[in-house]
């Protein structure tokens, strides 16, 4: 039996455990008023709000009448709680200073503050529903509206609250501009000191450069602006108002929007359409409750949402994928993905078994062009003894779909002989899963095993080779179209999972996750090698301890830190593999049908995850010795001037590395294993010439050898303990 001490010692644990969520819900509550995603800046943000102790009461009253509201409507989790918090606890800061002068008894101010911010809560999870479907995000409509019609009711007292504030003088040399900068700032939350502008401000910068970055842009901009048109003669509180371009071009240049280049001159001219709307808003609603809001912010921010909504996807401004992450670190992943994996695109399996020929790809000079122009003829070499090598061979079906239409009974032609008035031959057109049709053509008559609305699986035989239609010779057509009539305009796609070579022969082959062929060269479907499959697919969850020794000195001298790393693997919801070492930097893996594939690596990792982010970023389920394929990453720094630059790196567009890697053996000696070289394309300062990686089935990486211009580096993992428990896994520790 457990002592009383014991148990009295869990029960502190568990109370402990409890205030820190709670402390972590609150932070991230309050940081999220900013579009902050990190309980660290969340708790600056209530450190500024401290300085005006009442704003602070306000804030906290403001969000626990949220989380009421949010129970009542059955809404605790999701983008619409979030939304909602951070009106209600603007809500309640904003009715909080408007109470503090009037002299009010605190029970009084606190009904007050608690009915204004139940009320924004309520509206913001309406308009936040009712806005869902549109191109314009809810935002802090609910506290305009409800701040707004505040100040209606209650005119003394909003009187009272802006004369009560501290005097701003008009910004005279470097100081002057600094000190209204900071003030700019803390007007967002009430309290329009210098002081409370810097909170704001660090904490913006902490968990976001580009966020602050965006905003100083705008925020000058919209200064510029203001004083051009305080020359013509407009008579405004621009000064006041010009937290609207910081709001404004932070929002367009870093939240929205992935930041870029292309988002800085988006900010510059979010922060001149923020000042000018709101001249337009404090001369419309000059004396009433709406001329000071942060009305022009969201106007501008929605015009320009609406603008953009119509874009290309090749638009430089490119809409953020995610708003749990910073900024940055979207911007790492998305353009990592995209230059990995190219623009999204139908992707289709190579229909045939076998080595393949290409005899014409897109825009084939003999039938590809045009509105055809996304097509590939597959043909089989001639074996000898055969005339045609392709005729009857089986057609595998190259996605998953339903058969939407086809046709089976036109004659195959003689070699060299075309039937024009059917181009398209026996055909099958697939409505695919992933959206649009594909079309397979030229198949032999009387060939075709299933049947219109069947469903189809890849890799199911659909029929056999032939030489119908336009076709003097056998082969197979491929092409995905935009609609379900046969020859419908085509669309570009990928072939998926294949290994491509100039020769048939396929002795130099590499292996591409996706592409397009060329005409002339040779393809052959990727598949699984049961060992290699065995070694990348099976790592199981557990702890590791890596042993790190150095065999000369090195030119990067801080690729070593410690002498030991620990690395804890656990699976998530989704089945991915996130590894975690002792930095608490974050690499995660996942087993696709094809690979095994990093997709992403946070944090300041340490020298293991570095490596395996380097020479191990794909491990194709086909690799064999002497196979080679390549792949990009995004290189950590390696220099201290690299790392001084990463917070700018959206805006100076870091390169990203080239790797080739080649499986060099696949040895089965103490344990099965294989071996994979990996070195950059181009060799970089402070990079390694050449990394060789072993991996092994359910322990994974058991060793990383990195190879500099000066000296060498290897990692070795000393133990492994496999975690029954996946969710436990970062509570073990690896023995030693």
């Known amino acids: 039996m457990s002592s009383p001490r014991a148990g009295l010692g869990l029960r502190a644990d568990n109370a402990v455990h409890g205030a820190l969520r709670i402390l972590d819900h609150i932070c991230r509550a309050f940081g999220n008023v900013l579009m902050i995603g990190s309980p660290l800046g969340g708790l600056v943000i209530i450190a500024a709000l401290a300085i005006e102790p009442l704003n602070l009461i306000g804030g906290l009253l403001g969000l626990s009448m949220a989380e009421v509201c949010l129970y ?8 619409r709680a979030k939304n909602a918090r951070a009106n209600a606890i603007l809500a309640g800061v904003a009715a909080a200073w408007l109470v503090a002068p009037s002299q009010q008894p605190f029970y009084a101010a606190a009904i007050l503050i608690a009915s204004v911010s139940s009320a924004a809560a309520f509206l913001s999870t309406a308009l936040t529903r009712a806005l869902a479907n549109t ?25 009272h609250a802006a004369f009560s504030q501290p005097f701003w003088p008009y910004p005279v040399g470097i100081s002057g501009w600094l000190d209204s900068f900071l003030r700019s700032l803390g007007i967002i939350l009430f309290s329009p000191r210098p ?9 913006l910068l902490f968990w976001s450069p580009a966020m602050a970055i965006s905003g100083v842009v705008g925020w000058i901009a919209g200064i510029l602006t203001a004083e051009v048109l305080a020359d013509f003669g407009f008579n405004w509180l621009w000064l006041i108002a010009a937290d609207n371009s910081f709001i404004t071009a932070m929002l367009l240049g870093a939240v929205f929007h992935l930041p870029s280049r292309s988002t800085l001159a988006t900010s510059a001219l979010a922060g001149i359409g923020a000042a000018v709307l709101a001249l337009a808003v404090q001369t419309a609603f000059r004396g009433t409750g ?26 430089p401004i490119v809409a953020t994928p995610s708003f749990d992450l910073a900024p940055e670190q979207a911007w790492q992943q998305a353009r990592l993905f995209e230059a990995r994996f190219g623009a999204p695109a ?52 190259p996605t998953d779909g339903t058969v939407e239409s086809l046709t089976d009974n036109v004659p195959d032609n003689p070699l060299g002989v075309s039937n024009y008035s059917q181009n398209w031959g026996n055909y099958i057109v697939i409505r695919m899963d992933q959206g649009l049709w594909l079309m397979l053509a030229h198949l032999a008559k009387d060939s075709i095993r299933v049947a219109a609305g069947q469903r189809v699986r890849t890799g199911q035989v659909l029929a056999a080779v032939g030489n119908s239609g336009r076709s003097p010779t056998p082969h197979l057509h491929l092409h995905v179209q935009t609609g379900p009539m046969p020859g419908a305009p085509t669309i570009f796609f990928n072939l998926a999972n294949y290994l491509g070579d100039s020769s048939s022969a396929m002795t130099g082959a590499i292996w591409l996750r996706a592409g397009v062929p060329k005409t002339g060269t040779f393809v052959r479907a990727a598949l699984k090698v049961p060992a290699t499959f065995r070694n990348a697919a099976g790592l199981a969850p557990g702890v590791g301890l890596w042993r ?44 696709d049908v094809d690979s095994l594939r990093v997709y992403e690596l946070s944090g300041r990792p340490g020298l293991v995850l570095r490596l395996w982010s380097m020479a191990l970023p794909v ?11 390549f792949d990009r990453i995004d290189p950590p720094p390696s220099t201290l001037l690299e790392r001084i630059a990463l917070p700018a790196a959206p805006y100076l567009a870091r390169p990203l590395a080239d790797m080739r890697l080649r499986c060099t053996a696949i040895a089965a000696e103490a344990r099965e294993e294989i071996i994979v070289e990996a070195e950059p394309v181009h060799q970089k300062a402070g990079f390694p010439t ?12 058991v060793a990383f050898e990195a190879y500099f211009e000066e000296g060498s580096v290897l990692a070795e993992l000393i133990s492994f303990a496999p975690v029954s428990s996946p969710e436990n896994a970062g509570e073990q520790r690896a023995p030693s």
Request: proline letters at 10%.
């Open 619 to 629: 491990v194709p389920y086909c690799a064999t010795p002497g196979l080679c394929w």
């Open 72 to 79: 009542s409507v059955g809404q605790r989790d999701g983008p």
């Open 290 to 315: 709406w001329a000071f809001q942060p009305l022009p912010a969201l106007l501008t921010t929605w015009i320009a949402l609406l603008a953009l909504s119509g874009r290309s996807a090749r638009h």
């Open 548 to 591: 790190i020794r150095l065999t000369d000195e090195m030119a990067a001298p801080f690729w070593v830190s410690e002498p030991t790393e620990q690395l804890s693997t656990t699976l998530d919801p989704a089945g991915n593999h996130c590894v975690v070492d002792n930095r608490h930097a974050r690499l995660v893996l996942h087993a």
């Open 135 to 159: 191109p314009v995000p809810a935002m802090s409509l609910a506290f305009i509206i409800t701040f707004a019609v505040l100040l209606t009711l209650l005119p003394y007292w909003a009187a």
């Open 690 to 701: 050449r990394i060789v990686a072993r991996l092994a089935g359910v322990i994974g990486p």
């Open 195 to 203: 002081e409370t502008g810097a909170a704001v401000f660090a904490a």
């Open 346 to 397: 139908p992707l289709v399996a190579v229909p045939l078994a076998g080595v393949v020929a290409v005899s014409q790809g897109f825009d084939g000079p003999i039938s590809h062009r045009g509105p055809w122009r996304h097509g590939i003829d597959f043909e089989m070499p001639i074996k000898p003894g055969l005339e045609a090598g392709s005729f009857g061979a089986p057609v595998y079906c």
